[in-house]
Structure formats: C-alpha cells, structure tokens
C-alpha cells in the first residue's frame, strides 16, 4: 500500500524558514514525479513546486521561485520542502502528492497518491 506522510509543519514568524519532509513507502518512487501543493482555508489547492526523481529536473510556483527549494534524498523515499523567507499568505496546510514521472505536473489531478498534509502558519 502506498503511502506519503508528511511532517515539518508548524508555527513561525515572517521571515523564517520550515522544511517538511514526505516519506514515501509502498513501491519505488524513482520513477515518479513528486510535488507540494498547499490550501488555505476557503480556497482551492495550490500547486507549489515538483521534482522528477529520475531527471532531478524542477518546477516552482511564481509565488515561492527564490524562496522554496524542492530536493530528495539518494534512496529516493524522502522528499523535501525548504522554506526561507516564510510571508504570512504562505499559511496553508501543506500536502505531499506523487504521480507520472514526465512533464512536471501543476495541477493536482495529475497526481495519484496524497499525504494527509501537514499544517504551516506563518505570523506577521
């Protein structure tokens, strides 16, 4: 069965840094592509940014490029979110999703397992 947890959320003020992490298990994920997306309340889910596991190629959402970094780790069953320079709208509950390997995915019907999502509020 597969399965992402994600984990790393929490409080912080403006201007501070987070990094969650999603451990993968259930199957190899070496050929997936990984992605964040966030939701805040009353609005849709958000893509944040995605990585191709097997190309280390990257995507960013416009509004985190120059402050989030997406990475894996080398046994490809880890991945990271590093967050710098945290703003208040960057409050949402943050979700760890994968899916196809390819073309890095924005929207999130593209992708075919979720974590539960893990919380990051941010305070000005």
């Known amino acids: 069965q597969v399965q992402l947890v994600e984990s790393g959320g929490g409080l912080v003020q403006a201007g501070g840094s987070l990094r969650l992490s999603c451990a993968a298990s259930?199957?190899?994920?070496?050929?997936?592509?990984m992605g964040w997306f966030r939701q805040a309340p009353g609005k849709e889910r958000e893509f944040v940014a995605a990585?191709?596991?097997?190309?280390?190629?990257?995507k960013y959402a416009d509004s985190v490029k120059g402050r989030f970094s997406i990475s894996g780790d080398n046994t490809k069953t880890t991945v990271y979110l590093q967050m710098n320079n945290l703003k208040p709208e960057d409050t949402a509950v943050y979700y760890c999703?994968?899916?196809?390997?390819?073309?890095?995915?924005?929207?999130?019907?593209?992708?075919?397992?979720w974590g539960q999502g893990t919380q990051v509020t941010v305070s000005s």
């Open positions: 999703a994968a899916g196809p390997a390819g073309v890095l995915r924005t929207w999130y019907t593209g992708y075919d397992y």
């Open positions: 259930g199957r190899t994920f070496s050929s997936y592509a």
């Open positions: 990585i191709n596991w097997g190309e280390s190629s990257s």
